[in-house]
């Protein structure tokens, strides 16, 4: 079923086609400039770098650590090395570092020294964008999931979309791709007022919730800081909003584009009712503006993704994509990595990993993993992420559990904190208000301990999550391993 000709999602569709011709390409701009990128190996650096590449820019830069996707740049071209204390390569024009990266770090220091140019990962992807026709997805939560559907259905439709996501997708071949089409979709986000530097022609903000908040004062400096994103939307595009965050309803004041809202069940210009689980999948019925517009399918679990699809579904409306196409789009996409992301089933135990890092991620998460698997345990392995992010939401963290049967601790990820933030909270404080609010909750402080645990007491239709935006998927992918060492899967 393909959306009504007269409704006016449609029309502005092929009012942007007449009105926005595809932009010049980033090869004009970018081709045979040297870039070096100090933290290449980040999500979003290592997808612009892909990107540039791709435009036949001369791509080098650094990491920490040895990964597949500094392999994976090699074989794009790129001369990429781990940190050695070596200098920049011989001329280097542009450096660019990601907010991980201090000031102080030599690379930058030698790049003022010798006045090269230097931008942040978020002023370089601001110049990218305003080579094509934006498309920026921002919010607390959900931004990887619905940036990464967006360029799924554009690119099944055909339209070839540039994309920057945080987190890789097999159905994506990546994180991200340089497109011969007008539309560059990406991952907008607010730390650092990063998406500062974009000006998209659509926008979406999912949801706005207290985050992040070593940078920001509170909700309302948040609020106001999504504000400003929204304001540099083009007049002519188009902002679309959840109709129930009031937050958002606030900071979308801010802008000059009209305002689309989306809702499950309630009144909104997008909206999803008849939302059935069946069989591993989720049906809704879509109506704009009240009248109907068609099914979906969504093969990914999570009432929160029924959200994501709606607004995946109106970007690609507004970009002119057939209604059977995104349907059709929609229901094969079948996630990005460490969202909800299935690694297997050994010895009748089921083990996911998941990026959530904030409590209500963690409620949709495992309310999603329960209805989907209906696993007899649910045994969820949570790391902290920043010990000033656990003591600020200490509270709402130990509240977000109710749906774990068993919720392993380990010790918390130390990043962007100062030592006074290490002593004020640890894993056994999160363990003891869990375990205050009736959870049964332990604190395991390293992921060789966890994983030797878990071997040894999982049972037949548990279900095992590793959670957090550190490096806990080791514990899923060690116990993983060992199922599989032991010829048990």
């Known amino acids: 079923m393909t959306l009504p000709a007269t409704t006016t999602a449609q029309r502005k569709a092929n009012d942007d086609n007449r009105t926005n011709p ?22 979003g650096m290592c997808g612009l770098a892909h990107m540039l590449s791709q435009a036949g820019a001369m791509v080098t830069g650094t990491d920490l650590v040895e990964s597949q996707t500094l392999e994976k740049l090699r074989r794009l071209g790129a001369l990429v090395r781990l940190e050695n204390g070596g200098g920049l390569p011989a001329d280097t024009q542009t450096v660019v570092y990601s907010a991980a990266v201090r000031d102080e770090h030599p690379a930058l220091a030698e790049a003022r020294r010798c006045g090269l ?41 055909g339209l070839d979309p540039s994309f920057v996501v945080g987190a890789p997708s097999p159905q994506l071949a990546g994180s991200s791709h340089g497109g011969k089409g007008s539309h560059f979709v990406v ?16 926008a979406a903000v999912l949801n706005i919730e207290e985050d992040h908040l070593d940078y920001y004062r509170d909700i309302h400096e948040i609020t106001a800081a999504f504000g400003k994103f929204v304001s540099q939307v083009n007049p002519g595009g188009l902002l679309i909003i959840p109709v129930a965050d009031s937050s958002c309803r606030r900071a979308a004041a801010q802008s000059a584009a009209p305002v689309e809202t989306y809702g499950l069940e309630v009144r909104a210009d997008w909206t999803a009712t008849d939302i059935v689980h069946q069989d591993g999948h989720i049906r809704f019925a879509v109506a704009y503006r009240r009248q109907p517009v068609g099914p979906l399918v969504l093969n990914i679990p999570g009432r929160h993704n029924v959200g ?8 690609a ?68 992420h920043q010990h000033s992010r656990t003591r600020l939401l200490l509270a709402d ?49 390293s992921f060789e301990d966890i994983v030797a645990y878990l071997a040894g007491s999982t049972r037949p239709g548990d279900l095992v999550v590793s959670m957090g935006a550190g490096p806990v998927w080791e514990v899923t992918d060690g116990l993983v391993r060992g199922f599989r060492d032991n010829r048990q899967d």
């Open 317 to 384: 409306t507004r970009c002119g994509v057939p209604w059977d196409s995104i349907a059709r789009a929609v229901r094969e996409f079948a996630g990005v990595n460490r969202r909800s992301q299935w690694l297997g089933c050994f010895r009748q135990v089921t083990v996911v990993d998941d990026y959530a890092h904030h409590p209500t991620e963690i409620r949709a998460t495992l309310l999603a993993l329960r209805e989907h698997y209906q696993p007899q345990r649910l045994i969820c392995v949570f790391q902290p």
């Open 22 to 43: 595809p932009a010049n390409s980033l090869a004009e701009a970018f081709a045979g400039r040297h870039i070096h990128f100090v933290g290449i190996g980040g999500s």
């Open 397 to 445: 963290f130990a509240r977000s559990f109710n749906q774990a049967d068993l919720i392993i601790v380990p010790d918390i990820f130390f990043v962007r904190d100062t030592e006074a933030d290490r002593v004020a909270v640890t894993a056994r404080t999160l363990v003891a208000r869990l375990r205050e609010n009736g959870r049964e909750a332990l604190h395991i402080a």
């Open 117 to 157: 140019t230097i931008l942040k990962y978020a002023q370089l992807l601001g110049q990218v964008m305003n080579r094509k026709r934006g498309i920026a997805i921002a919010g607390t939560h959900g931004k990887s999931t619905t940036t990464a559907m967006t360029a799924y259905v554009l690119t099944t439709a």
């Open 308 to 315: 994501n699809a709606l607004v995946a579904a109106a970007i």
């Open 187 to 202: 991952e907008a986000c607010e730390y650092d007022r990063s998406f500062d530097n974009l000006f998209p022609h659509i």
